[in-house]
């Protein structure tokens, strides 16, 4: 039987993803790339010029000392890359079997960081040590000092929360990293895009960051997959590369084997596209519709989180939010149970406003 043609769904009422519509120019190379894999870099060349060139464009938004030659990778997300990191760390830390001097290594993150690293400290079997926030949703260097000792691989600084869009304190991180000798590792999977337009202290040239996530299938612009991973010394892509016997290259430093040209080739082309004015405005309408809705969302009576990055949080009551799934909004929730609205390229100030207007009128 013939079945009609499936459709994605359309961006209009989606306000809880950190992905968003590619860019025209992102979503043509993508297909043009779409059966090349930079996972074999010697059959398939072009891609991987191109992944050269996705890296460096990666590390110039991200400050990297050396953007021309910088480690670093195009990644299938934001996961990935958080994993790598702390496997590179692990490896490095003490020589790769996840145990140090007869303990396990550990790695330690702020309660916001992002359920990879969960799955990153089961996968490489190192503890994850999670620690309290200030009272303003962000990682308290007091309480990271408190937890790191000498088996402390990794301390995670997140630059841009999944929830509150947070920004931590990272040079302050680094320190109390560089104390124990443990690295840094800077998740700014969302926030990347958006933070060098803001003074924000995030970057390799903001502190002794040693790896860093930054991710174009989210605020780039670019289609999924599309993640990024960088590193400021080669060692840390050395510290994961295994041998391949049968390729013409001899070592993969990659999580995956296969992967996406699509997700590389799209990355590109909205980097070329849109660094830096493009982003620039990209961030500055966000930053303008995330106050503009924290301000009508306050006026109408309900606690809310102040935006630092575009994404607004507000205590809006379970019926209520319920109410606004059951109009199509595609909302979610903090862990709290607060609604959380990220303000992607693709939320209008319109929509925002047709948002608003069926919150006004299931609250009634
Ligand atoms: C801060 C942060 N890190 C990592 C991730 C994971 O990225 P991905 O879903 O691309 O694997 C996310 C996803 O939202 C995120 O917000």
Same mark, same amino acid.
């Given at each position: 039987?013939?079945?009609?043609?499936?459709?994605?769904?359309?961006?209009?009422?989606?306000?809880?993803?950190?992905?968003?519509?590619?860019?025209?120019?992102?979503?043509?190379?993508?297909?043009?790339?779409?059966?090349?894999?930079?996972?074999?870099?010697?059959?398939?060349?072009?891609?991987?010029?191109?992944?050269?060139? =996705? %890296?460096?464009?990666? #590390?110039?938004? &991200? @400050? $990297?000392?050396?953007?021309?030659? +910088? !480690?670093?990778?195009?990644?299938?997300?934001?996961?990935?890359?958080?994993?790598?990191?702390?496997?590179?760390?692990?490896?490095?830390?003490?020589?790769?079997?996840?145990?140090?001097?007869?303990? =396990? %290594?550990?790695?330690? #993150?702020?309660? &916001? @960081? $992002?359920?990879?690293?969960?799955? +990153? !400290?089961?996968?490489?079997?190192?503890?994850?040590?999670?620690?309290?926030?200030?009272?303003?949703?962000?990682?308290?260097?007091?309480?990271?000092?408190?937890?790191?000792?000498?088996?402390?691989?990794?301390v995670v600084a997140v630059a841009g929360s999944t929830e509150y869009g947070?920004?931590?304190?990272?040079?302050?991180?680094?320190?109390?990293?560089?104390?124990?000798?443990?690295?840094?590792?800077?998740?700014?999977?969302?926030?990347?895009?958006?933070?060098?337009?803001?003074?924000?202290?995030?970057?390799?040239?903001?502190?002794?960051?040693?790896?860093?996530?930054?991710?174009?299938?989210?605020?780039?612009?670019?289609?999924?997959?599309?993640?990024?991973?960088?590193?400021?010394?080669?060692?840390?892509?050395?510290?994961?590369?295994?041998?391949?016997?049968?390729?013409?290259?001899?070592?993969?430093?990659?999580?995956?084997?296969?992967?996406?040209?699509?997700?590389?080739?799209?990355?590109?082309?909205?980097?070329?596209?849109?660094?830096?004015?493009?982003?620039?405005?990209?961030?500055?309408?966000?930053?303008?519709?995330?106050?503009?809705?924290?301000?009508?969302?306050?006026?109408?009576?309900?606690?809310?989180?102040?935006?630092?990055?575009?994404?607004?949080?507000?205590?809006?009551?379970?019926?209520?939010?319920?109410a606004l799934r059951d109009a199509g909004w595609k909302?979610?929730?903090?862990?709290?149970?607060?609604?959380?609205?990220?303000?992607?390229?693709?939320?209008?100030?319109?929509?925002?406003?047709?948002?608003?207007?069926?919150?006004?009128?299931?609250?009634?």
């Open positions: 039987m013939q079945q009609p043609e499936p459709e994605p769904q359309s961006f209009d009422r989606v306000l809880s993803s950190m992905c968003t519509e590619p860019h025209p120019a992102a979503r043509a190379a993508a297909e043009r790339f779409l059966a090349t894999n930079p996972g074999d870099p010697a059959t398939y060349e072009a891609v991987a010029d191109l992944e050269r060139r =996705a %890296v460096e464009g990666l #590390a110039t938004l &991200s @400050a $990297h000392p050396t953007p021309g030659d +910088a !480690a670093g990778y195009v990644t299938s997300g934001g996961t990935e890359a958080n994993v790598q990191a702390v496997r590179s760390a692990r490896n490095r830390h003490d020589g790769s079997d996840g145990r140090h001097g007869g303990k =396990a %290594v550990n790695v330690v #993150a702020p309660t &916001s @960081a $992002h359920f990879s690293f969960t799955k +990153a !400290a089961e996968v490489l079997g190192v503890e994850l040590r999670t620690v309290p926030l200030d009272d303003d949703y962000r990682a308290d260097p007091d309480a990271v000092a408190a937890a790191v000792d000498d088996d402390t691989a990794l947070r920004v931590d304190p990272i040079p302050e991180l680094a320190a109390v990293a560089g104390e124990v000798g443990a690295r840094l590792h800077v998740d700014a999977a969302w926030g990347g895009f958006v933070l060098p337009f803001t003074d924000h202290a995030w970057s390799f040239a903001d502190a002794a960051v040693d790896t860093l996530t930054i991710d174009p299938h989210k605020y780039g612009q670019a289609p999924v997959p599309a993640g990024g991973l960088l590193a400021r010394e080669d060692a840390a892509l050395d510290a994961l590369a295994v041998d391949t016997p049968y390729l013409e290259t001899r070592s993969q430093a990659t999580l995956t084997g296969t992967r996406s040209g699509a997700g590389v080739a799209g990355a590109v082309a909205a980097m070329d596209a849109l660094w830096p004015d493009g982003y620039r405005e990209a961030a500055e309408r966000a930053a303008d519709n995330a106050d503009w809705l924290a301000g009508e969302l306050a006026a109408r009576g309900y606690d809310v989180v102040e935006p630092e990055l575009p994404l607004v949080a507000a205590a809006v009551p379970e019926s209520t939010f319920a909302v979610s929730r903090t862990g709290t149970g607060e609604l959380r609205v990220v303000c992607m390229p693709h939320v209008t100030r319109s929509a925002l406003r047709a948002f608003l207007d069926d919150l006004d009128r299931v609250r009634r």
